[in-house]
C-alpha cells in the first residue's frame, strides 16, 4: 500500500472522528494527541479503533504513545511500518 493511500484513509478516518467534512487536506503535522490536539479523549479511542479497524492492525496500549500518535505523518509512519512488518510474517 502507497503511503498516500494511508495519509487519505487516515485523514478520512480523522474527519469522521470530528465530524469534519471539509474538502481541503489535513496538514500533516495536525497534533492529534496531547493538550492542544485537534481530537479530545473520546475522538482519540475513535482514532485508535477506526485505524485497527481500517488497517486490520492491533495496536497495543503501550504503543498508544506521542511518538506513533502526535500527527498525521506520523501514524501514517506507524502504520506504514505495521503493514510492512505484517506482509513479512506472511
Known amino acids: 500500500m502507497q503511503i498516500s493511500d494511508i495519509r487519505w484513509r487516515v485523514e478520512q478516518i ?14 500533516e503535522t495536525l497534533l492529534l494527541f496531547g493538550p ?9 479511542l475513535k482514532l485508535v479503533l477506526a485505524v485497527e479497524k481500517e488497517f486490520d492492525i492491533c495496536i497495543a ?3 498508544i504513545v506521542p511518538e506513533y500518535f502526535a500527527t498525521i505523518e506520523s501514524l501514517v509512519r506507524f502504520i506504514e511500518n505495521r503493514l510492512k512488518t505484517n506482509q513479512m510474517r506472511s
Open 61 to 63: 496500549e503501550e504503543e
Open 14 to 27: 480523522i474527519r469522521r472522528a470530528k465530524n469534519h467534512h471539509g474538502s481541503r487536506p489535513l496538514p
Open 36 to 44: 492542544a490536539a485537534a481530537l479530545d479523549s473520546v475522538e482519540s
